[in-house]
């Protein structure tokens, strides 16, 4: 005779229970085969280290530095070439004066692009804001004034359908100039030192209106 751990015993005809009658109410349960489902089974906490969305996107790149990060209509686009086109913009993004606790408005479509200027807001401190271009102009207008924004970053063709707001500047990244400033700009590792202040888990990654 094998002998059987009596938990797991218990553990499996409990479970038997339930899925024998998936239509019963779980109030129809027994106190401890309520108790093992709801609280036992639910106790899937883990404890997760304090980190930055910077860096957990660094922690990524290291692991699969050559592996696809985006795939789009543009491409593939490896998690290193991320990486490096996400730290130039960043560094353009600090020369204008983003850093931690300040907006950038994304005004951008679903791309490579969208995620690219996501990371390089955050690797730049800031939190970024996305706003979908398809937005009525009164909605975008809103959330470009309600939020203030250091800069907006679109592209060239979109750039008519972003309110003026005063003290506001709007950025189009595919512009030639735009393209040219920021791949003059160092593809390396976006530090603390290279930041307006020290990047905090405290600090905001991101704005959504709902």
């Known amino acids: 005779m094998v002998a059987q751990d009596a938990h797991s015993t218990s553990r499996d005809n409990i479970g038997r ?5 998936p239509a019963d109410p779980l109030s129809d349960l027994a106190p401890v085969e309520l108790a093992q489902q709801l609280v036992e089974w639910n106790d899937t906490g883990v404890e997760v280290a304090p980190v930055t969305l910077s860096a957990l996107v660094e922690s990524a790149v290291e692991r699969w530095s050559d592996r696809p990060a985006l795939l789009g209509a ?3 686009v490896s998690f290193a070439e991320l990486e490096s086109r996400a730290n130039r913009l960043a560094r353009y993004l600090v020369g204008l004066g983003v ?3 300040r907006v950038v408005a994304l ?7 969208v995620v690219v200027a996501q990371v390089a807001v955050v690797k730049a401190g800031g939190a970024y804001l996305p706003v979908d ?6 909605r975008i207008a809103f959330m470009v004034a309600d939020s203030r924004p250091v800069v907006v970053l679109t592209f060239a063709s979109l750039v008519s359908r972003v309110p003026v707001v005063e003290g506001v500047p709007v ?4 512009a ?13 590792l976006v530090s603390d030192v290279d930041r307006l202040s020290e990047l905090s888990v405290d600090h905001a990654a991101y704005v959504i209106y709902t």
Do not use: N
Request: charged share 15%; glycine share 12%; no cysteine.
């Open 17 to 21: 229970t339930a899925l024998s009658a």
């Open 74 to 76: 543009g491409g593939v």
């Open 99 to 101: 850093g931690p606790e």
């Open 107 to 113: 005004v951008l479509p679903r791309s490579a692009e």
């Open 133 to 138: 271009p398809d937005y009525p102009v009164e």
């Open 171 to 174: 950025v189009a990244v595919d």
């Open 176 to 188: 030639p100039g735009v393209v040219a400033e920021v791949a003059a700009l160092s593809g390396a």
